[in-house]
């Protein structure tokens, strides 16, 4: 078997047992619309001021989902045995690493940016930014999943790593909350977009390089002990 | 055939672990050649789950000594790396170990010899905890790995199964393959040899 075929084997394999549990799927959009709704009803509904921090609002939440839903990555490979199965497989560790993270962010990042749309109206954000929030989202996501990634091979071992998870995977977080909101608030202000996507698209291609060899390593780490 | 003509699979030198202030085992010396039926016998705690980490690779730090593995392998572990949400069909097809790739048929086969037959497109988590076992050891039928590392394969499979287990073990090693297990019930075939980890501290080695 080549490495490709391997790769999506793995993608298929993370995909059916998805379909097979739909609440895992359905988990983090659930999730994104309760938050979004508890936000008018903190700030107040004006449209206005809702309207001024609606891509905030979405970058947080977006970053919660993902890392809420990272924990639960390798967790159940590791609890039967297959992850072990996957170490000692003569196929190469990264590639299996981020066929895992393709098929986790097809499930949150993906979905949501589908979905955001209509978020994206509930919290009266301009339209004409829409487009731009779901690029931003999807390049964005890519990069959450495998920050979400790391932490997750690396606290995979311990009984209680979500906590732990979240200490160490938020700091990394920041940069693509920054540049995400920075790209949607200059999408409404009518500024040109494309630096900010660039950086997204800058920031995914060096965590596919890096990213992958870290949980590689962290895999290895949380079998062994 | 002698031990020099047969290639070597599995060479292990000077393994020594200690797990909680405990000498398990040390200076212990392993070599699986091709051809090979190596039991490791011990008492509960004695280390042979350790053992079988370390040699399959999984433990890379924590012990002393070096293990060089030569051939591709085939481990099975404790926890026998079948998803309950996926099919026996499935759950070998898409098996993460990368080494099988076979068309259905071979697998409907493996299956078949496991007792599987009929079982094939039920959802894993209903089956019994034995038939889940035997989801993991239709793996035997299916890997061309050379060398074989089972831990405890008989766990909650019946006599029948046992036998027909270990005909297909028989068969491996007839055919130029090698196998290093832990069990503890007997295993009642001939030119198995045996490795005690009871004693620890002292010297073993798998003469061939």
Known sequence: ?225 | MTAATRPVLLEARDLGLARGGRQLFESLTLTCNSGDWIHLQGANGTGKTSLLRILAGLSRLGFEGEVSCMAELLYLGHHSAVKPLLTPRENLAMHLSGAIQRDAAAIDHALAAVDLYGYENRPCNSLSAGQQRRVNLARLYLSEAPLWLLDEPYTAIDVGGVQRLEARMAEHIADGGGIIMTSHQRVSQPGVSTVSLDEAASQHGAES
């Open chain 1, 1 to 225: 078997m080549n490495a490709t075929t391997f790769f999506m084997l793995i993608v298929r394999r993370q995909l059916l047992l998805a379909v097979r549990r739909p609440i895992e799927i359905a988990n983090p959009l659930l999730f994104f619309l309760m938050v979004i709704v508890l936000f008018p009803l903190g700030l107040g509904p004006a449209p206005a001021q809702l309207a001024t921090f609606a891509p905030g609002i979405f970058w947080i939440v977006v970053l919660l989902a993902n890392l809420l839903t990272a924990d639960t990555l390798f967790r159940s490979d590791f609890d039967d045995g297959s992850l072990e199965q996957l170490l000692l497989s003569r196929q190469p560790l990264y590639l299996s690493a981020l066929a895992a993270i393709t098929a986790h962010w097809l499930l949150t990042g993906v979905l949501l940016a589908l979905v955001s749309p209509v978020f994206a109206l509930m919290l009266n954000l301009a339209p004409s930014a829409i487009p731009t929030l779901m690029g931003a989202l999807l390049l964005g996501s890519a990069v959450l999943s495998l920050l979400g990634g790391v932490g997750a091979a690396l606290t995979v071992g311990l009984k209680r790593g979500g906590m732990l998870i979240s200490l160490l995977i938020l700091p990394l977080y920041l940069p693509v909350l920054i540049f995400g909101h920075g790209a949607v608030v200059a999408s409404v202000g009518g500024l040109p977009v494309a630096p900010y996507l660039a950086i997204l698209g800058a920031m995914l291609c060096l965590a596919i390089a890096l990213a992958p060899l870290a949980m590689a390593l962290g895999l290895r780490i949380s079998v062994d002990a």
